[in-house]
């Protein structure tokens, strides 16, 4: 039993989790998309409604490295360009990801087209948006262990009886999502906090297979009935400007957000699908941020469920390079993020960072609107005789 027992310790975890995962499909074993800690960052892949938000073209990309020391891990790359039509209330995109994972280098490539349309009111504006992508993954079966090659004594020593089917699959998908996003005022008190900007959204991520049972999707290397496991997610947050702060030269504001993934075959079912709930607070002053994220299958961590504080820094900066002032649109965004284990996998498994960037390529006779701040920006909005206008793009979301 105990050569047994070692003969399996030599054999990567991730090798075992996917081999299960491939031979398994009744028994609710399905892939579960990458996750950014920086989602905001990343806002094309969170909700395909958000496409298009800044004026004129903006590329941005993504490196997400994620427990590198157990079996190599997972190595993340997400990169999109966007632009928008204001005249039409129109944003376009263009979405990029690759993701491999583990020793058997399984690889996940997705190119896909985003499409989102703004309906603008006087203080809040409703989008909507959808992502139609084609992904196709594959695997090295070369590297993958078999129960058959085990020896009690010897470990990986016998040749598999196993036989491939296919090593490669592709599939076509289809996201949707909706956003609501909102500037007012937020009473605390007696006394109220001006140009609030707030927003909720919600996606629905491999929109075939939450809307129909029957849809049949080819996310099985075995050629066997299965489908991709649906997800959605709810997110929120607020940029609340500290008006006291003022008189001191510098800018601040608070900014609470959450996010909740849940993935799985049964809608809205949070014992039965994957849940993870992400939720924290960034600080900004001037320029620069900093963020503490909580993220947990549950509020309060427990010692069987992998939870992990996030650190957040970033900041952004105009064209030149100098820090945006007050006539001047922010163009280079950056961030960089560390995520802290502190149970379930534990902190031997290593760390996660992930970088992020953005930059934006204006043209002239951008359209002014009030910062977080209150400072004058240049931004997208429009206006018509109602006073309706699209919300322009704020510094931070």
């Not at 849809?215 to 299965?226: E, I, K, M, P, R």
């Not at 809608?267 to 992400?278: I, L």
């Not at 100098?322 to 902190?347: C, E, K």
């Not at 609107?369 to 979301?397: E, I, Q, T, W, Y």
Request: proline content about 5%; some cysteine.
């Amino acid at each position: 039993m105990i050569h047994t027992l070692h003969a399996f310790s030599k054999t990567p975890i991730y090798v075992l989790a996917i081999w299960l995962a491939l031979l398994l499909p009744g028994l609710s074993a399905w892939s579960q998309d990458p996750s950014f800690s920086q989602f905001y960052a990343n806002r094309v892949y969170l909700n395909p409604a958000f496409s298009g938000l800044d004026g004129g073209v903006a590329v941005s990309g993504a490196a997400r490295l994620q427990w590198l020391a157990v079996d190599k891990g997972f190595k993340t790359y997400n990169a999109a360009v966007e632009t928008q039509l204001p005249f039409w209330r129109v944003g376009l995109g263009l979405h990029l990801l690759h993701n491999q994972e583990g020793h058997a280098a399984l690889n996940t490539t997705q190119a896909g087209v985003t499409f989102s349309y703004t309906i603008p009111g006087e203080k809040n504006n409703l989008h909507f948006g959808f992502e139609g992508r084609v992904t196709q993954k594959s695997i090295d079966w070369s590297k993958l262990v078999f129960s058959d090659q085990l020896d009690p004594v010897y470990g990986v020593v016998n040749p598999t009886a196993a036989t491939p089917v296919m090593d490669q699959i592709t599939f076509g998908d289809l996201d949707f999502g909706i956003v609501w996003r909102n500037e007012g005022q937020l009473k605390l008190g007696r006394r109220g906090v001006r140009q609030v900007r707030s927003h909720l959204g919600m996606s629905f991520h491999h929109l075939p297979h939450l809307v129909s049972k029957s849809a049949q999707g080819n996310d099985s290397f075995l050629n066997t009935d299965s489908k991709v496991a649906p997800r959605t997610t709810i997110h929120g947050g607020m940029i609340i400007p500290m008006k006291f702060y003022d008189g001191t030269g510098k800018r601040l504001a608070l900014s609470p957000n959450f996010k909740l993934d849940m993935q799985g075959y049964s809608f809205m079912n949070f014992k039965e699908n994957v849940t993870v709930g992400t939720f924290g607070l960034y600080g900004l002053v001037s320029n620069f941020y900093l963020g503490v994220f909580y993220q947990n299958k549950f509020g309060a961590p427990h010692p069987i469920h992998t939870d992990a504080i996030i650190l957040t820094f970033g900041g952004y900066t105009n064209g030149s390079g100098r820090a945006a002032n007050s006539s001047q649109q922010p163009r280079l965004f950056f961030g960089i993020s560390a995520d802290m284990n502190t149970t379930g996998v534990g902190p031997a498994a290593g760390s996660v960072v992930e970088a992020t960037f953005r930059y934006i390529f204006t043209g002239d006779g951008g359209l002014r609107g009030s910062g977080p701040n209150g400072s004058k920006r240049s931004r997208m909005h429009h206006r018509n005789r109602s006073n309706k206008r699209v919300l322009d793009c704020k510094d931070f979301f």
